[in-house]
């Protein structure tokens, strides 16, 4: 480390941060020998990193490096580090869970690894006045970023633990398997961990089963880039499946266990309204997945309708294993529970069933959707109405008479008239047939060979 600071007259404040953006690029030019340094002095003062396997201690450097580049484009942005920036650190704190590091190890290596970074900062400093005044005003952005870095970490190594703990214990599982073969656990660990759940066998108390799967890791590139290991699939199971045992309502907890290449979760809705619970679960679904995306974690999830009694779980899982068909190969949420018979129908519809749309009514819906859907929308709206134009007219907020407009367009593009209960169900029937289409295989507008509106 250099030696003491000079006392110097200070400097003005553009010489200050000209000196300050010299060192941080003399580190970011150094930063791969810095996370080298770093590993070597861990090494030499914590026991448990001297005994690390190469696989496991490559992982470590990476996560160093991964540290310092995010340390140095804080600071080069003069902004506070969020979690976003961090969002990495979860999986690198479960897999220091799972290899069995200590949790005061693995905290140690942060206060080792901030203090190799505060020396390179010295040292690239120098001895003048401009230089040391410099490195001082990072030295509280550098500590902010170790205290927010370090806390995360923690928690998500206790948070890991904690789950993998419960994991451990085979009572989860085994529960698992009992329910999806229609059976109810009758005495000892297994009706214990049902109780725990809610899933109490006898009740009818509503519930819902979700299937998750990996659709492929989000994929980094340039600096973050991250060396992928064998397990990285089982990493992501994992955390995902910690993250869906959180999401329990009305005071339940979720089960959650990783079976195979899946991750299934059962959760009791409790007494109530279980439409409003599996919504509120619907929810909290979605965010745990917008959440997972930041970690690189992309899943497909399928959610069952609600059933009740834990009779139905069978059913229920095949439920949701099927609606995961309904989703794109970037993953989503496929929620029975927000789908009407309506549009599931349309969704499982072949090809047969959208070759017996009338071609007219396909080539009006291709257009219309390029140009807006008003067409689209003034037909459901008429429906909704109940077949009251002037209500139909208030809930798109247009004049009676360009509703009535629309409506004869719409018989003379298609032959139908909105007024006849069977061609306006036809007509619903094709809208929702279209819908359930992927955006790529709708038919273009363009070629329909139909003159505009």
């Known amino acids: 480390m250099a030696g003491g600071f000079s006392t110097e007259t200070l400097t003005g404040a553009d010489t200050v941060r000209a000196e300050r953006a010299r060192i941080l690029a003399r580190l970011l ?68 869970a799972r290899a069995g590091l200590a949790l005061a190890d693995y905290i140690n290596a942060f206060r080792v690894g901030q203090q190799v970074f505060w020396e390179a900062v ?54 698992l398997e009992t329910l999806l073969a229609g059976e109810a656990p009758t005495r000892g660990p297994q009706l214990a961990a049902a109780h725990a759940h809610g899933l109490t066998p006898g009740s009818d108390e509503p519930l819902v089963v979700v299937t998750a799967v990996l659709v492929g ?51 009791a809705l409790g007494p109530g309204d279980g439409a409003a619970a599996a919504g509120r679960l619907c929810d909290r679904l979605a965010e745990v997945r917008e959440g997972l995306l930041g970690e690189g974690i992309v899943l497909a999830l399928g959610i069952s309708t609600v059933v009740h009694g834990i009779e139905q779980i069978p059913q229920a899982y095949r439920e949701a294993r099927a609606v995961l068909e309904f989703l794109p190969e970037d993953g989503g949420v496929a929620a029975l529970p ?75 593009r298609t032959g139908r008239n909105l007024r006849h209960i069977t061609d306006l169900v036809e007509l619903l029937v094709a809208i929702a047939l279209y819908d359930s289409l ?5 038919p273009a507008a363009e070629k329909t060979g139909l003159r505009d509106q």
């Open 438 to 442: 992927p955006a790529g295989h709708k």
């Open 217 to 267: 890791p989000k994929q980094a590139t340039g600096d973050q880039a991250v060396a992928a290991g064998p397990d990285q699939g089982a990493d992501a199971r994992h955390a995902a499946c910690a993250a869906l045992a959180r999401t329990g309502v009305n005071g339940r907890r979720t089960l959650s266990v990783v079976r195979h290449s899946e991750i299934v979760a059962i959760a």
């Open 29 to 96: 030019d150094r930063v791969e020998d810095l996370a080298e340094r770093a590993i070597i002095t861990m090494r030499a003062e914590i026991p448990a990193y001297a005994a690390m396997p190469p696989e496991i201690l490559a992982d470590a450097r990476d996560q160093v490096l991964r540290h310092y580049r995010t340390k140095l484009a804080v600071l080069l942005e003069d902004r506070t580090v969020t979690l976003d920036d961090i969002a990495y650190t979860r999986r690198a704190a479960m897999r220091r």
């Open 122 to 175: 010295v040292e690239c400093a120098g001895r003048s006045s401009a230089g040391h005044e410099a490195a001082l005003t990072l030295a509280a952005p550098l500590m902010r970023y170790c205290d927010f870095a370090s806390t995360h970490a923690a928690n998500a190594y206790v948070e890991f633990q904690q789950y993998a703990a419960a994991e451990a214990v085979r009572e989860s599982r085994d529960l």
């Open 338 to 412: 927000r789908i009407t018979p309506f549009q599931y129908l349309a969704m499982r519809a072949d090809d047969t069933a959208r070759h017996l749309v009338d071609p007219r009514i396909t080539a009006l819906l291709a257009e219309d959707r390029a140009r807006g859907g008003v067409l689209t929308a003034t037909i459901r709206a008429f429906a909704a109405a109940d077949l009251n134009l002037r209500a139909a007219a208030e809930r798109l907020q247009i004049h009676h008479n360009t509703a009535q407009y629309r409506l004869r367009r719409i018989q003379e």
